[in-house]
């Protein structure tokens, strides 16, 4: 089945820095999803990248997809606290009866401190 | 537009109660998934409906019912609580689950614990 590795696993980071999160896919990339978390709430929808090289943006944050890497990056440049939650990378599981069911990384807990 | 509506949104159960985790869209959506999510576990598919009266299991299915008699609804049962089924829940939709084009809307999820 395929996994969707997150990297780091938790960050945190000085109000004004840039960061960045890497999803790593174990098989081939249908589609690529970033959620966001925040504590007591459901996903919210960031953006989704569907080809290799595509790059998208919302505010301050930008998604690049690199589909031979089988790998997703998310860059937030000049964080604030309100960045602040739980990133998740979903993509369309790909091949056999599972085709197309959304499956998700683990996540990244990102702390801003002010 | 209400989007994915999921009720309720915290539950205490005791080992061996029964409940139903009702969802909800109003989206027209035919695809509708269950996850739950544990620490260190993220998101995992426990069941999921590509359309009414459709439904197939997901990675972790053990212990949970699901049934499809409208597009709307989604309902997933507990019949025998574990503690193991502590977790919080989340009901998904989305337009078609082969689209690459189709965001997944989330409800608000369900925190159950079960003692």
């Known amino acids: 089945s395929q996994e969707l590795e997150q990297s780091p696993q938790s960050l945190i980071v000085q109000e004004g820095k840039n960061l960045t999160i890497n999803c790593t896919s174990s098989?081939?990339?249908?589609?690529l999803y970033w959620y966001k978390q925040k504590y007591g709430e459901g996903l919210i929808f960031l953006m989704m990248?569907?080809?290799?090289?595509e790059e998208k943006s919302h505010e301050k944050i930008t998604a690049k997809l690199d589909e031979k890497k089988q790998q997703s990056s998310l860059h937030i440049t000049a964080s604030q606290p309100s960045h602040a939650g739980i990133y998740l990378c979903?993509?369309?599981?790909?091949?056999?009866?599972?085709?197309?069911?959304?499956?998700f990384g683990k996540g990244t807990k990102l702390s801003v401190k002010p | 537009n209400a989007g994915v509506t999921q009720t309720p949104k915290f539950q205490v159960l005791k080992t061996g109660q029964s409940m139903t985790l009702q969802c909800a869209q109003d989206m027209n959506h035919e695809y509708m998934s269950w996850y739950r999510q544990d620490p260190g576990m993220g998101l995992r598919l426990i069941h999921y409906?590509?359309?009414?009266?459709?439904?197939d299991q997901g990675e972790v299915p053990n212990g949970y019912n699901v049934s499809r008699s409208t597009t709307e609804d989604f309902p997933l049962r507990l019949l025998s609580a574990a503690p193991s089924q502590t977790s919080v829940y989340f009901c998904?939709?989305?337009?078609?689950?082969?689209?690459?084009?189709?965001?997944?809307?989330f409800g608000q999820g369900t925190r159950l614990t079960v003692v």
């Open positions: 098989k081939t990339l249908y589609g």
């Open positions: 979903g993509a369309r599981e790909g091949g056999g009866g599972s085709q197309g069911n959304l499956i």
């Open positions: 990248l569907q080809k290799g090289g």
């Open positions: 409906s590509v359309g009414a009266g459709i439904t």
């Open positions: 998904a939709s989305r337009a078609n689950r082969d689209s690459s084009l189709a965001e997944a809307f």
